[in-house]
């Protein structure tokens, strides 16, 4: 039995885009990203920046 020679030829030579519609992302995934940036933004401002200030002007 021969193996199967088109899985191994690469995109290049095929000349074909591949799209993928399934696997979408879950709301769940993006609300813990969103609250992710949400508590990094505002650990930045609440910690950082008056570190920052008093390091710089004391």
């Given at each position: 039995?021969?193996p199967d020679v088109t899985s191994q030829t690469p995109a290049e030579?095929?000349?074909?885009?591949?799209?993928?519609?399934?696997?979408?992302?879950?709301?769940?995934?993006?609300?813990?990203?969103?609250?992710?940036?949400?508590?990094?933004?505002?650990?930045?401002?609440?910690?950082?920046?008056?570190?920052?200030?008093?390091?710089?002007?004391?």
């Amino acid at each position: 039995m021969e193996p199967d020679v088109t899985s191994q030829t690469p995109a290049e030579e095929e000349r074909q885009h591949h799209t993928y519609a399934t696997n979408r992302i879950p709301w769940y995934v993006h609300l813990m990203w969103i609250s992710f940036w949400v508590l990094a933004i505002w650990y930045t401002a609440a910690y950082m920046v008056p570190a920052i200030r008093e390091e710089l002007f004391p």
